[in-house]
């Protein structure tokens, strides 16, 4: 994570946002109330997503189940009619 004090953010915002877009790299920045967080979208859209899950306990037990099932258990995709 990089981090950075808000007046340094507002010099290089383009080049920084950009470094967070292209590696998902998120940004720290430091103000003298408090700091905040930048994600790429990237990022924050798969945040959101495992939240969602986490929030349906029989969701995230039937991933976590088929996580653990033996490649028996799946067809082939091979055998699938597209």
Not at 4 to 9: A, L, Q, R, Y
Not at 15 to 20: A, F, G, N, R, Y
């Amino acid at each position: 994570m990089t981090t950075t004090n808000i007046t340094n953010f507002r010099k290089d915002i383009y080049e920084m946002l950009e470094q967070t877009i292209k590696y998902n790299e998120p940004i720290n920045i430091s103000t003298k109330n408090g700091n905040a967080i930048v994600l790429s979208e990237e990022d924050y859209n798969s945040l959101i997503e495992t939240l969602y899950i986490e929030s349906i306990p029989e969701l995230k037990k039937e991933l976590l189940d088929r996580a653990n099932s033996s490649d028996n258990d799946f067809v082939s995709e091979d055998e699938v009619n597209w």
